[in-house]
C-alpha cells in the first residue's frame, strides 16, 4: 500500500498533498484522522471531569450531612481542642505555644505544626468558631477524593478511578475525618498529592508534599526513609538524594526554631510521652496507654514538665530502659494494637472514639463497612503488586501501620490505611469488571 493511503498523523509539509493514484488531496486523509483523534480525547476529558464532579458532589453530600444530622453540636476536645488553641495563640501574635502539659503559655513542640497554621489561617478568614476549621477540614476532604481519582487513573485504566474516588467519598471512617479539626483531612491530602507527584514522576514536588506532610502529622516524621527507597529503585541515586535533600530542607526551619527557643533540635516532644505511655510499668499492668501526664504514677517526672525537650529526654529514656527490661512486653503491644485497628475488639475503641469527636450511634452503624472494604481493597492492591506504582501505595499504607501497631493505634490514626484501601477497591472493581467482560484488560 501506499505510504500516503494510510491515516497517519503527519504534516503536509513533509508528505504529499495529493493521491496520484486518484487525484484526491491528501489532506483530507490527516485531516480526517487529526479531527477523529481530537475528537476522542475531547469525549474521554469530558467523560472524565463528569465522573470527578459526581464523585466530588458525592463527597459534599455526604460530609455536609453528616455535619449537620448527625454531629451539629460537635465541640472539639482532647487532640483537637488543642489544635484550636494553638492556632488562637498563632493569631494572638504569642508564637506556636500552648498550655498542655505545663500551667502557663509557653513555646511548645508537642505538636507538628503544619496543620494549626492551616487553621489559624481558616479562623483568620472565616472567624474565631468551630465552624471555620469544620470548613477547612471539609475542603481537604474534597482534595482527597480528587486527588485519589487522578492517582488512580495512572494506576489502572477503565473505571478505576471512578471506583476508588466513590469509595473515599462514601467510607464513613474518612467521611468523619473531614469533618473534624484534626490532622487527618490535611495529612490525607498531602500524602494522595505525594504519592500522585511520584506516580507522575514529579519527584521534587513530591518532596515538598512529604516535607509538609512530616510538619502535619506527628506519625509520618519518618516516612521520608521508604518513600526515598522507592525513588532510588524506580529513579535512580541521583534523585532519591535530591529527594532527601528537599524535603529535609522543608522540615529544618521547624528543627532549627525549636533548638532556638527549646534548646534541642527535636522533631515533636510527644515521642517520650507515646513511648512511656506504651511502654512502662503502669502500662503493663493497665495493658493499654497510660497517660503520662495525668496518671499519678509518672508522679517523678513532674518538674520536667516545665522544660519539653528535657521532660521527652526522659521520658523516651524511661520507656526504652523499661522496654530493654521487659522486651516481651513489645509482641504484646504490637498483638494488642493488631486487635484494636483491625476491629477485632471494637469496643475497646469507643473512648478514642468519643474523645475524637465521634459519634459511636454513627459509629455502631457504619462499622460493618469497614471489614469488606479493608479485604476487597487489599485484594485490589494485591492483584496489582507487579505494578511499581501500586507498590508506591502498598508501602505507604504499610509505613503508617506499622507505626500505630508499635505505639498507639486509635482508629483514626488508621486513616492512611483506609485510604489506600479505597484504591484497591477500585482496583478491585475494574479487575472484577474486566474479567467479566472481555476477560482480556485494556492497555492503561
Not at 460530609?63 to 488562637?88: C, F, I, K, N
Not at 524535603?247 to 507515646?274: C, D, E, H, K, M
Request: charged share 15%; aromatic share 12%.
Amino acid at each position: 500500500m501506499s505510504p500516503w493511503k494510510k491515516p497517519v498523523l503527519v504534516s503536509t509539509r513533509f508528505w504529499p498533498t495529493t493521491n496520484p493514484l486518484v487525484d484526491e488531496p491528501m489532506s483530507e486523509f490527516v485531516d480526517s484522522s487529526v479531527a477523529k483523534g481530537k475528537l476522542a480525547r475531547s469525549i474521554s476529558w469530558l467523560n472524565h471531569r463528569r465522573e470527578l464532579l459526581i464523585v466530588l458532589a458525592v463527597a459534599l453530600v455526604a460530609r455536609v450531612g453528616y455535619w449537620v444530622l448527625v454531629t451539629p453540636r460537635y465541640v472539639p476536645e482532647s487532640d483537637a481542642a488543642q489544635y484550636q488553641d494553638l492556632a488562637r495563640y498563632i493569631l494572638r501574635g504569642e508564637g506556636y505555644s500552648q498550655l498542655f502539659p505545663q500551667l502557663y503559655p509557653h513555646p511548645t513542640a508537642f505538636r507538628p505544626p503544619g496543620y494549626s497554621y492551616m487553621l489559624a489561617g481558616a479562623i483568620k478568614v472565616f472567624g474565631d468558631n468551630v465552624v471555620s476549621g469544620r470548613i477547612l477540614s471539609l475542603v481537604f476532604g474534597l482534595m482527597t477524593v480528587a486527588l485519589v481519582y487522578l492517582l488512580t487513573r495512572h494506576l489502572a485504566p477503565g473505571r478505576a478511578a471512578f471506583f476508588a474516588a466513590l469509595a473515599v467519598a462514601l467510607y464513613p471512617p474518612l467521611i468523619v475525618n473531614d469533618t473534624m479539626l484534626l490532622t487527618e483531612s490535611l495529612s490525607l491530602a498531602l500524602i494522595a498529592g505525594l504519592m500522585l507527584a511520584l506516580v507522575c514522576r514529579r519527584w521534587p514536588t513530591a518532596a515538598v508534599l512529604c516535607g509538609l506532610l512530616i510538619l502535619t502529622r506527628a506519625s509520618a516524621q519518618y516516612v521520608v526513609v521508604p518513600l526515598a527507597l522507592w525513588v532510588l529503585w524506580r529513579l535512580g541515586w541521583r534523585r532519591a538524594l535530591g529527594f532527601l535533600a528537599i524535603a529535609l530542607a522543608v522540615v529544618s526551619p521547624w528543627i532549627i526554631r525549636n533548638q532556638i527557643q527549646l534548646g534541642s533540635p527535636v522533631y515533636v516532644t510527644s515521642n517520650g510521652f507515646n513511648l512511656a505511655g506504651t511502654y512502662s510499668p503502669a502500662s503493663r499492668q493497665e495493658r493499654r496507654f497510660v497517660d503520662p501526664v495525668f496518671d499519678d504514677r509518672f508522679e517523678q517526672f513532674r518538674l520536667a514538665q516545665f522544660n519539653e525537650a528535657d521532660w521527652a529526654d526522659q521520658l523516651q529514656a524511661f520507656a526504652f530502659e523499661d522496654i530493654r527490661t521487659h522486651p516481651g512486653q513489645v509482641p504484646g503491644v504490637v498483638w494488642r494494637n493488631a486487635l484494636h485497628l483491625f476491629e477485632f475488639t471494637p469496643q475497646f475503641n469507643e473512648w478514642a472514639e468519643n474523645a475524637d469527636g465521634r459519634n459511636l450511634d454513627f459509629r455502631s452503624a457504619t462499622l460493618w463497612l469497614f471489614y469488606p472494604v479493608t479485604i476487597i481493597g487489599l485484594f485490589g492492591l494485591f492483584i496489582r503488586r507487579r505494578s511499581p506504582d501500586v507498590l508506591l501505595v502498598i508501602g505507604v499504607g504499610a509505613y503508617f501501620v506499622l507505626g500505630s501497631l508499635a505505639l498507639l493505634s486509635p482508629p483514626r490514626l488508621r486513616s492512611p490505611f483506609d485510604l489506600c484501601c479505597c484504591i484497591g477497591v477500585g482496583l478491585a472493581a475494574q479487575w472484577w469488571m474486566v474479567r467479566r467482560g472481555t476477560g482480556r484488560e485494556a492497555p492503561a
